[in-house]
């Protein structure tokens, strides 16, 4: 006798299809997405027969009214001038401007169907046997021969990149650092997961604290709602009933 299949869901409603394969991250963000849908309903900022998700995608009605919830139940402080004045002394690469760095890199695609976690255990062994390649020149090699890129007919090299040249999750992990060779960590970005090699940099110019001043706000409040954002969905959490899903709960407020 088969047993029936238990699919992921929050409050019963469910995350994926009996026939979709969705990795463990894809369904952590659905899950989130869903309490935040839930919570709008029940705050009557959205209709109860809201449709529910399909394939995580969720109506325009949800979306807006989840902006609104967000905005009523996240009360952010403005950063004050000091804490501003703190971030940038202890972030000053970060706001320089003009730096760049000479990279290049193995990308390993994330693409429709493909075993997330399998890609990522070929691209973790890659990254360990190019950071034990002490002579460094097997990485042009191996990237002609791995990397889903484009570049790799080049051996990986992208050239001199700043900031405007790449993705963002690319450039903060290789802008506003030290370091040179091999990157210790994989690189997630939008595209797959890359091993990434700096091989110069060029660290730019130091703006005034004045100069960059409204940047710097706009980080401290991005970090802000990050973290209430993530500490409302831990409350929402504790108070859902979730099946086939790992989240972090709180059974008591953590948002002042």
Request: overall charge negative; hydrophobic content about 45%.
């Amino acid at each position: 006798m088969n047993t029936p299949q238990v699919l992921p869901a929050v409050n019963g409603v469910p995350l994926a299809a009996a026939d979709e394969t969705v990795d463990a991250e894809t369904l952590r963000q659905r899950a989130c997405t869903e309490l935040l849908r839930q919570a709008a309903i029940h705050q009557g900022l959205l209709r109860r027969d809201d449709p529910a998700p399909l394939q995580g995608a969720i109506s325009e009605d949800a979306s807006a009214a989840i902006e609104t919830l967000l905005d009523q139940a996240l009360q952010l402080p403005e950063p004050t001038d000091e804490a501003c004045r703190r971030h940038h002394a202890a972030n000053l690469p970060r706001y320089a401007v003009g730096e760049r760095a000479q990279v290049r890199h193995v990308l390993f695609a994330v693409t429709p169907g493909v075993d997330v976690n399998a890609l990522r255990k070929r691209a973790e062994a890659c990254l360990l046997d190019l950071r034990c390649d002490a002579a460094g020149g097997r990485f042009g090699e191996v990237a002609r021969s791995t990397s889903n890129c484009p570049s790799g007919a080049e051996g990986g090299e992208l050239g001199w990149l700043r900031a405007e040249d790449c993705a963002p999750e690319l450039a903060r992990e290789i802008l506003g650092h030290n370091e040179i060779g091999v990157l210790p960590r994989l690189v997630a970005t939008r595209f797959g997961l890359h091993v990434v090699e700096v091989l110069a940099r060029e660290p730019g110019a130091q703006p005034a604290y004045e100069a960059v001043r409204s940047a710097v706000a706009q980080a401290l409040r991005q970090q802000a709602f990050a973290t209430a954002l993530r500490q409302y969905l831990q409350l929402l959490a504790g108070q859902a009933e979730l099946q086939g899903v790992d989240l972090e709960a709180a059974a008591t407020p953590l948002v002042q």
